[in-house]
Protein backbone atom coordinates (compact mmCIF):
# COMPACT_ATOMS: atom_id res chain seq x y z
CA UNK A 1 0.00 0.00 0.00
CA UNK A 2 1.47 3.26 -1.28
CA UNK A 3 -0.14 6.66 0.75
CA UNK A 4 0.37 10.28 -1.67
CA UNK A 5 -0.36 13.33 -0.13
CA UNK A 6 -2.33 15.62 -2.05
CA UNK A 7 -4.14 18.63 -1.67
CA UNK A 8 -6.38 19.64 1.31
CA UNK A 9 -10.37 17.61 0.83
CA UNK A 10 -9.30 15.70 -2.02
CA UNK A 11 -13.09 14.74 -3.95
CA UNK A 12 -12.27 12.61 -7.25
CA UNK A 13 -9.56 10.24 -8.31
CA UNK A 14 -9.28 9.37 -11.91
CA UNK A 15 -6.96 7.22 -13.51
CA UNK A 16 -5.77 7.86 -17.14
CA UNK A 17 -6.34 5.47 -19.65
CA UNK A 18 -2.35 4.74 -21.04
CA UNK A 19 -2.41 3.99 -17.17
CA UNK A 20 0.09 6.93 -16.84
CA UNK A 21 -1.39 9.18 -14.75
CA UNK A 22 -3.50 9.25 -10.72
CA UNK A 23 -5.29 12.26 -11.24
CA UNK A 24 -7.06 13.91 -7.78
CA UNK A 25 -9.26 17.17 -7.60
CA UNK A 26 -8.44 18.84 -4.32
CA UNK A 27 -11.83 20.36 -3.43
CA UNK A 28 -10.73 23.14 -1.14
CA UNK A 29 -7.20 24.06 -2.72
CA UNK A 30 -8.81 24.80 -5.87
CA UNK A 31 -6.65 22.31 -7.95
CA UNK A 32 -5.87 18.71 -8.96
CA UNK A 33 -2.71 16.82 -8.16
CA UNK A 34 -1.16 14.39 -10.97
CA UNK A 35 0.45 11.82 -9.77
CA UNK A 36 3.11 9.00 -11.57
CA UNK A 37 1.07 5.89 -11.17
CA UNK A 38 4.30 3.85 -11.16
CA UNK A 39 6.31 5.88 -8.48
CA UNK A 40 3.34 7.04 -6.62
CA UNK A 41 4.98 10.96 -6.66
CA UNK A 42 3.13 13.81 -6.92
CA UNK A 43 4.18 15.73 -10.12
CA UNK A 44 2.46 18.71 -9.86
CA UNK A 45 -0.21 20.42 -8.72
CA UNK A 46 -2.68 22.81 -11.00
CA UNK A 47 -4.45 25.59 -10.47
CA UNK A 48 -8.83 25.34 -11.51
CA UNK A 49 -11.57 27.04 -11.03
CA UNK A 50 -13.32 27.11 -7.55
CA UNK A 51 -14.41 24.00 -6.00
CA UNK A 52 -13.03 21.59 -8.55
CA UNK A 53 -15.10 18.38 -7.73
CA UNK A 54 -16.01 15.68 -10.67
CA UNK A 55 -13.89 15.14 -13.61
CA UNK A 56 -13.26 12.70 -16.71
CA UNK A 57 -10.26 11.79 -18.83
CA UNK A 58 -10.50 12.15 -22.65
CA UNK A 59 -10.00 8.61 -24.46
CA UNK A 60 -6.51 9.60 -25.42
CA UNK A 61 -5.31 10.35 -21.72
CA UNK A 62 -4.38 14.08 -22.98
CA UNK A 63 -6.79 15.99 -21.53
CA UNK A 64 -8.60 16.49 -18.20
CA UNK A 65 -12.22 18.42 -18.02
CA UNK A 66 -12.75 19.48 -14.34
CA UNK A 67 -15.85 20.68 -13.22
CA UNK A 68 -15.77 23.96 -10.74
CA UNK A 69 -18.78 23.96 -8.61
CA UNK A 70 -18.25 27.37 -6.81
CA UNK A 71 -18.57 29.18 -10.11
CA UNK A 72 -20.29 26.52 -12.50
CA UNK A 73 -17.13 26.39 -15.12
CA UNK A 74 -15.31 23.99 -16.72
CA UNK A 75 -11.08 23.68 -16.63
CA UNK A 76 -9.59 22.12 -19.55
CA UNK A 77 -5.95 20.98 -18.98
CA UNK A 78 -3.45 18.89 -20.40
CA UNK A 79 -2.49 15.61 -18.13
CA UNK A 80 1.54 15.51 -19.19
Known sequence: MKEVEVGSHPAHIVFTEDGEYVLVTNYQDN??????????????????????????????????????????????TFTN
Open 31 to 76: NISIIDAKTYKLINNLATGKDPHGFRISSDSKYAYVANLGEDTVYI
